[in-house]
């Protein structure tokens, strides 16, 4: 169970850095898509991506989980306010941009983003959690 929780969070880690390098994650949009999109669309876009990330995250975790599986891609929500929190913190030294910097930020992220985490990971742990039941999941070892 630890193991699946630790990869689940490496996956949190990875998504989320990659959400504030300067190629955003959007390296995984195709160029004639990104060209065509407005900022603010492309804002839009990478924090989808970020979402989907999450939701991903909780889908490894719980599709490779013996027990108590949705619970455990559900608390991967505190990692990833964590993570967020973190990044928002470490951004401006990185010298990107961020609209609300200190304290007001954070608590900004924390009343937002944990939610948002919430809902995401405990839907990726709910999908991870019916697929793997299957025997022939592929996250899954044989016996």
């Known amino acids: 169970m630890l193991r699946s929780f630790a990869i689940g969070t490496f996956i949190l ?7 504030y390098l300067p190629g955003h994650i959007l390296w995984l949009v195709p160029d004639s898509i990104k060209d065509s999109l407005e900022p603010r669309q492309r804002a839009l876009l990478s924090a989808a991506l970020c979402w989907l990330g999450l939701m991903f995250a909780g889908f490894v975790t719980s599709a490779l989980a013996p027990r108590a599986n949705v619970r455990l891609a559900t608390l991967l929500a505190l990692p990833a306010t964590a993570l967020l929190v973190l990044n928002h913190l470490i951004s401006p030294l990185l010298g990107v941009y961020v609209d ?21 990971c405990s839907i ?10 299957s025997n022939r999941h592929p996250l899954r070892p044989l016996p």
């Open 124 to 133: 990726g742990g709910l999908l991870g959690s019916i697929l793997g039941r």
């Open 13 to 19: 880690a990875i998504v989320i850095a990659t959400w």
């Open 100 to 120: 609300l910097q200190g304290s007001n930020g954070v608590l900004l992220i924390v009343i937002v983003g944990t939610p948002m985490a919430l809902l995401f």
